[in-house]
């Protein structure tokens, strides 16, 4: 392995370092919930839940390319496990949050509140 | 014979893949890959699930920070403190496990071993702050009356903020009922739960008492909020109470929806499982460490291998941390 003999202490802290500060602004956006970005509405959720989920997303990519180390392995050998991964993901959830929304828009009117 | 050996020419096991390193990764280390790509399918399965309940009872979905608030030995409410810390817990243990592997890399045996055993306790700390979450779920804060149409009806003060049964519902309950177990009726049955307070007390005392609101699921999809009754709306609504919800299982929960504390349950409990075998095989490698078996090897590949699932369990965690406790 290449990379077998140097060492990545540092970087290893910094990303530690970026990943806390990220769940920290994640919690205080969770508890304060500024009404300007949670009472929006974008693509069927608010700018608030758009936040997280991209914030999530940059958590993953730290954890995935630094702390599994994919940023080593041999270019084909990461898209097989990313592509095929994050392709399935994002059809299975496209597919079953339009049926979500299709299920609330049928079924909620029957309820009686 | 021959063919039958599982041992190659260049007398190395065939099941390691006789030593070929397609991608220049190792056999093991790739089909950990391949696992981990199939168990992250498995999640999001899971996760999907939930987002399609989740969008099909939109308007009524229980409201996060106002289910998980409690911090262990202090009082009060701290939405999301905890579940932070725990994730704040298992990030930490994930970074001491990618410094295990770096000094695997440089054959330092000891300080391997310490990494090993600092993720280890990070490990058991994660979990069992999931099990305290656990109790704390399934014991609830504040009980609730359910409705013959299966509403969950909450209470709360002048403020909007919601209150115990406890807080409001006076006098001893006049029905005397006892919960049945196998001791005080025949053995092999044993019957309900029986909560604390009866239906018509907590109707009395709600009638008594002018300052109490019923909540229910209903949210306000301008304001985010759950819908307060009035009080004579509340007590039309309460008319119809045919149990009293004292925490959550899987029938029933005070927190609103029931298949949200299904979710709930199956998931962190998936999820928990996932973190406990993790720290099974971290054991394992922590003695194998100590014993010397990989200085014997040439190498720490086997930390690098077990490594990838525990960062792959914190990989989940910051999933369901986002798409259960903050969206």
């Known amino acids: 392995m290449a990379h077998a003999h140097e060492s990545n202490v540092k970087r290893i802290w910094v990303v530690f370092g970026i990943l806390s500060l990220i769940t920290i602004v994640e919690v205080a956006f ?33 954890i995935t390319w630094t702390f599994m180390h994919m940023e080593g392995e041999k270019t084909w050998f990461r ?35 | 014979m021959e063919a039958n050996i599982a041992v190659s020419s260049e007398k190395k096991p065939t099941w390691g893949g006789g030593g070929a390193k397609p991608f220049g990764a190792s056999y093991g280390k790739m089909m950990m890959w391949f696992f981990i790509v199939s168990d992250a399918l498995t999640f ?15 308007d009524s979905w229980p409201i996060a920070d106002e289910v998980f608030t409690h911090i262990p030995f202090v009082h009060g409410e701290f939405p999301m403190i905890y579940v932070a810390f725990m994730t704040f817990i298992l990030i930490f243990s994930s970074v001491t496990m990618v410094l295990a592997v770096d000094a695997g890399h440089h054959m330092k045996k000891k300080k391997v071993a310490w990494y090993m055993l600092f993720t ?10 999931q099990a305290w979450e656990w109790n704390t779920f399934i014991k609830g804060s504040y009980g609730a009356v359910k409705t013959t149409d299966g509403k969950i009806l909450q209470f709360v003060n002048n403020d909007g903020k919601q209150i115990a049964l406890s807080d409001f519902v006076v006098g001893e309950r006049g029905d005397h009922l006892v919960q049945q177990t196998k001791k005080n009726g025949l053995w092999f049955e044993s019957g309900e739960t029986v909560s604390q307070y009866s ?74 499982f996932h973190v406990f075998s993790g720290i099974i095989f971290n054991i394992i490698i922590f003695f194998n460490v100590i014993l010397g078996t990989y200085e014997r090897r040439g190498h720490y590949e086997m930390v690098e291998k077990v490594g990838l699932y525990w960062h792959f369990v914190d990989l989940v965690w910051v999933f369901v941390f986002t798409f259960f406790y903050l969206v």
């Open chain 1, 79 to 113: 898209r097989a496990v990313v592509w095929t991964a994050v392709f399935l993901i994002i059809y299975l959830v496209t597919l079953l949050l339009i049926e979500g929304d299709y299920l609330y828009s049928t079924l909620a009117p029957l309820v009686r509140w």
């Open chain 1, 30 to 62: 969770g508890i304060y919930k500024p009404d300007s970005l949670h009472l929006s509405n974008f693509l069927g959720t608010s700018w608030l839940n758009w936040l997280f989920i991209i914030l999530t997303l940059a958590k993953a990519y730290g």
């Open chain 2, 44 to 58: 999001s399965g899971f996760l999907a699930a939930y987002g399609l309940t989740r969008f099909k009872f939109i």
């Open chain 2, 199 to 272: 239906i018509a007390q907590i109707i009395s005392s709600y009638e008594a008492n002018p300052d109490i609101q019923v909540r229910i699921e209903k949210i306000d999809l301008e304001t985010k909020k759950k819908i307060i009754l009035s009080r004579e709306k509340g007590a039309a609504e309460l008319a119809k109470t045919k149990l009293v919800v004292e925490g959550a299982n899987l029938e029933v929960n005070e927190y609103g929806n029931t298949i949200f504390a299904d979710f709930f349950f199956f998931i962190t409990g998936f999820h928990g």
């Open chain 2, 120 to 129: 280890i306790i990070g490990g058991i700390i994660f979990v069992g702050s």
